[in-house]
């Protein structure tokens, strides 16, 4: 068990609609990444927060957002959603925002868009 | 920009036979290295890090050292058992600037048989 907890583990939904996923970093960790897993992409980075501010952007499309609130969880929101977001999502957590540090995962959000 | 290679799987062998999972990468700088493992079903789970060449990280049997002049971190296991089925990621994370995500290969699928 990393420490980092995410929910729901499983989300069903339909294409257009909107869902939000949230992660609880680890006890202490400061930074949140958010990665998507998906079988013809692979492993990407989306975004990255630290401390409530975004610190770096990847490849995050504009109908996905997200945001790190006080007391450090964070959410992942995505909007007018197509097939192609099908994917595992998951959220990482460091100590702080610097080279070096171990990112930790949670077990993921498995998304199906229908 | 930053890429990781890694062998194609899926890579299956006998109980007890030596593993061998090559990774080489594409950075600027001098990035941190990481192998991360994903059980079926379950997030990434950090396996063995080395930040500086020449550094050997090493964790359950595994090791994997950080060869700067080849840009290579090769994942070895002497003695493979079944419970090490699973799907093996290499990754590099950025030492400069402000943004350190990880960047990941596409991932080795391991099957051990007994």
């Known amino acids: 068990d990393s420490g980092v907890t995410q929910t729901p583990k499983h989300l069903i939904t339909a294409t257009g609609q909107r869902v939000t996923l949230r992660c609880s970093p680890r006890s202490g960790d400061l930074s949140v990444y958010w990665y998507q897993q998906s079988l013809d992409q692979g492993l990407q980075f989306l975004i990255q927060y630290y401390n409530g501010e975004e610190r770096a952007k990847g490849n995050i499309l504009e109908r996905f957002s997200a945001q790190q609130f006080p007391d450090l969880h964070s959410e992942l929101n995505l909007s007018s959603l197509e097939l192609g977001d099908s994917a595992l999502y998951f959220c990482?957590?460091?100590?702080?925002?610097?080279?070096?540090?171990?990112?930790?995962f949670g077990p993921g959000t498995r998304l199906l868009v229908l | 920009g930053n890429s990781v290679t890694q062998m194609e799987g899926p890579v299956t062998l006998s109980e007890e036979a030596f593993l061998t999972i090559n990774c080489t990468y594409t950075a600027t700088g001098y990035p941190s290295l990481f192998w991360y493992v994903q059980y079926p079903g379950e997030g990434l789970q950090l396996l063995l890090k080395a930040t500086k060449a020449d550094d050997k990280g090493s964790n359950k049997g595994f090791e994997a050292t950080y060869r700067k002049e080849t840009t290579s971190f090769h994942l070895e296991k002497g003695s493979v058992q079944v419970s090490d089925s699973a799907v093996y990621f290499c990754a590099l994370q950025n030492s400069g600037g402000s943004n350190y995500k990880l960047t990941f290969g596409k991932g080795t699928l391991l099957t051990v048989n007994p």
């Open positions: 990482a957590s460091s100590g702080i925002a610097g080279a070096q540090e171990t990112q930790y």
